[in-house]
């Protein structure tokens, strides 16, 4: 007597193998797509940053203060990022420093790793979480 197969469908047990497989791929490509797209978001904030010291030294070339009544960013003023994940704080201390923070905004509140960035007018970066400064800047 010869057993035959009569389908050329998938048994139960082929069948699990193929979800476990597919599970285990998920759970180590859901985390590192998670994380990359967090590190992409933070050049949001590097723009915003860049962006906005450019336009503070032009109001110091041009009138000789940070703080001039005349600069387009006063001391205080809130900027949001282009993409919306970062919102920039303006910290005109004098006429001759400045600080700029942007803090994570949404969905980019969850990076733990930078938290906020800074920058000073004497070019001092800054974050506020427990990574590596580079590696976030």
Request: charged letters at 25%; one cysteine or more.
């Amino acid at each position: 007597m010869h057993s035959h197969r009569s389908g050329g469908g998938f048994t139960l047990i082929e069948l699990l193998i193929v979800m476990v497989i597919a599970s285990v791929l998920a759970m180590i490509a859901v985390p590192s797509y998670q994380a990359s797209v967090i590190k992409s978001r933070r050049a949001d904030g590097r723009v915003v940053l860049n962006d906005t010291a450019q336009r503070l030294e032009r109001c110091y070339t041009q009138f000789g203060a940070y703080d001039a009544d005349d600069c387009a960013i006063s001391d205080g003023e809130e900027i949001l990022s282009r993409e919306g994940f970062y919102l920039l704080t303006v910290d005109v201390t004098d006429a001759a420093n400045y600080t700029l923070t942007a803090a994570p905004q949404g969905a980019q509140e969850d990076d733990e790793d930078c938290g906020s960035l800074a920058l000073t007018n004497t070019g001092v970066r800054s974050i506020t979480g427990k990574g590596d400064l580079e590696r976030c800047w």
